[in-house]
Each structure stands twice: as C-alpha cells, then as structure tokens.
C-alpha cells in the first residue's frame, strides 16, 4: 500500500516515484522508492521498523517570525500529516525514527530559509519525542535524494554547483521573492541530466 496527499487538496493520491513540495507520501512497500531534489526545502522521513511501514514529506516555506502566521501552520500541518498517516497504515507512535535533509543556503546574500526550516523540523521532532537516527542540513550545495519510506533507507547526492544554482533560482521563483531569475537557456533537467543526477 502506497500513497501520497497534496497540501493543496489533501485528497489521497496515485502513488508515485516523485515527492513534489508541500506533499506527503506514505508506503508499506519495502522496495518502494521515491525522489526529491532539495535545496532550502527540507525533508522529514520518518518510519517505525518494526512495522515497516514508512514516509517523507518536502517542507518548502520558512518558519515566519510570527509564530501564528499560517505559514508556519502548514509546515506543522505536514509534520503532523506524516504522523497520522504513517500511524494510519498501521505504524505505533512509540516505534517511529526520523532522519532530516536539505535546507541549503542557495542564494548568497539573503536570509537563510534553509537554516531555519532544518531548525523547525529537528525542534518538531524533539518536541514529538521522536528520535532523529540521522540528518544532513545547510552548506550551499542542493541535494537529491532516493529514499526507502518504508525502512529509512536513504541515499543522497550532492548536487554540482551550477544545478545548485538553478535550484536555487527555481525557489525563488517559487516562494514569489522579488529575486533575479536564472538568464540562462538551459533547464533545470538538463543542467541535473549533465550533472549525472537523474530526477525520479
């Protein structure tokens, strides 16, 4: 059993390789494997091993300084998502670990959302009294990810500095900051396909 909720929606949904931001997703499946590349955003997986039954999720606004902005409600929302539907496909609380990645610096010169999204993450887990096995947080370098949900396996590649760039770049365009777009004409894909990063 696999399957991933949208933010937007939070409708259940066909299960699949790619964990986009502000998603969920959730499997039994011990080969099951899915990808992300992350750069200010922040991934939580979590998973209970004596269950096998695990998940992530992809963290993609900053914690606001005003702690009832709704911004920073949607990033507990996610973590709480995670939770209950890993607790839903049959895992116990009281079993569950978690690793944590991301939140690069990627744009030198403005405040590091990055560093804060890590801090929000590890400081929910604390909080929760879930254990965090294993984190790799901040640099400046992007990251792709292969995880195994459902045992908390996980495999990271550091991206080149120019697919970083565009990573970074992509966010900014994301999040709405009035930022300079990448002047380039080459993709995102392309630039991570060159860099020998396969995005699943």
Do not use: Y
Not at 151 to 162: D, E, I, P, S, Y
Not at 191 to 196: A, D, F, K, P
Request: charged residues 20%; glycine residues 12%.
């Amino acid at each position: 059993m696999s399957f991933r909720s949208s933010a937007v929606s939070g409708r259940r949904l066909k299960s699949s390789t790619h964990v986009s931001q502000g998603e969920v997703f959730i499997t039994r499946d011990l080969n099951c494997q899915v990808g992300m590349v992350l750069g200010s955003c922040v991934a939580a997986v979590m998973w209970d091993p004596e269950r096998s039954v695990g998940g992530v999720n992809h963290l993609l606004l900053p914690p606001p300084s005003d702690p009832q902005d709704p911004a920073l409600g949607a990033q507990v929302n996610l973590m709480e998502r995670l939770i209950n539907g890993i607790l839903a496909a049959g895992g116990r609380r009281g079993s569950l670990h978690a690793k944590v990645f991301g939140g690069a610096r990627m744009i030198s010169g403005l405040s590091d959302a990055g560093l804060r999204n890590g801090a929000f993450v590890t400081m929910f887990l604390a909080d929760e009294g879930i254990p965090c096995n294993g984190k790799s947080l901040g640099g400046d370098m992007a990251r792709r990810l292969r995880v195994w949900p459902a045992t908390g396996k996980v495999m990271q590649r550091r991206l080149l500095a120019q697919a970083t760039h565009v990573v970074g770049h992509e966010e900014v365009k994301v999040t709405g900051l009035n930022r300079p777009e990448n002047g380039g004409h080459v993709t995102h894909n392309e630039l991570l396909r060159r860099s020998g990063v396969e995005l699943l």
